[in-house]
């Protein structure tokens, strides 16, 4: 009997040994967002910022958990302390740094502006006095309502302004340049209704991070050097053939 016992004393130190080694990061993900971020038909969360995250921790020593999250609060969940960190297509923005830290870039992106394919609109100026959709709270939405003239109207995820721009609700809508290409080339349902037909000036090259609390150097120090590691092995290139098409 004490052999058993001892047995089995022996397991749950090795398992906790195991389990101390390696520290569990939690990520909050807003779901929505293909091909970075979205749950497929199993599912489960995945993207090419999942597969990013998830080859960082393996090369950096952490375990990923990926949290979905929706977008209106995910920076107050942080704030909260309901996460440790935001792996969401995240734009590292001057305001944004105020309230948070983020990694190293992970992934460029730009604008840009999806209208239907029998618009004859060619750039966002050319719909003044009309709507455009975007994610309420995105860098899409912000750069909307720098054009005068054009009306922005808001969304709680970026599916729901693509619907409304298939039905012609909407007269275009802008985001991230990966996503945009999704919906427009990929997306069954979207592609032969949908058109990428200008990048947006933004007078600035935006980048993806990952956001954590203000301050806390050692969850930072970590992340990075995943998303080094995983830049020096070439697996950006790898993710990019796989996610952006």
Same mark, same amino acid.
């Given at each position: ?113 999806? &209208?239907?394919?029998? $618009?004859?609109? %060619? ?7 009309? /709507?455009? =959709?975007?994610?309420? @709270? ?11 003239? &054009?009306?922005?109207? $808001?969304?709680? %995820? ?7 721009? /298939?039905? =012609?609700?909407?007269? @275009? ?29 933004? =007078? ?42």
């Amino acid at each position: 009997m004490w052999k058993k016992t001892l047995f089995a004393f022996l397991l749950v130190l090795v398992c906790a040994s195991v389990a101390w080694g390696q520290k569990t990061i939690v990520f909050a993900v807003d779901a929505t967002w293909p091909p970075m971020e979205y749950v497929n038909q199993d599912k489960d969360i995945v993207g090419y910022s999942i597969d990013y995250m998830t080859a960082a921790g393996k090369l950096a020593g952490f375990e990923p958990v990926f949290k979905n999250t929706p977008w209106d609060g995910i920076f107050a969940g942080l704030q909260g302390g309901n996460y440790d960190a935001i792996c969401s297509s995240v734009s590292i923005t001057e305001k944004r740094k105020e309230a948070m830290d983020f990694s190293e870039p992970y992934y460029e992106v730009r604008q840009a502006l999806i &209208v239907p394919r029998d $618009s004859d609109a %060619e750039t966002i100026q050319d719909l003044k006095g009309k /709507k455009v =959709g975007a994610q309420i @709270g995105t860098t899409g939405y912000f750069a909307i309502k720098e054009v005068e003239g &054009v009306e922005p109207e $808001s969304y709680d %995820e970026i599916g729901l302004a693509m619907r409304d721009l /298939k039905n =012609g609700n909407l007269a @275009g809508v802008v985001c991230d340049d990966p996503v945009a290409a999704n919906y427009a080339k990929q997306k069954e349902g979207f592609q032969k209704n949908l058109q990428i037909v200008s990048i947006l000036d933004t =007078g600035q090259t935006e980048h993806y991070g990952i956001a954590v609390q203000k301050g806390n150097e050692d969850l930072l120090q970590l992340i990075n050097e995943g998303i080094s590691k995983v830049k020096e092995k070439g697996l950006e290139e790898k993710f990019k053939k796989k996610w952006i098409k």
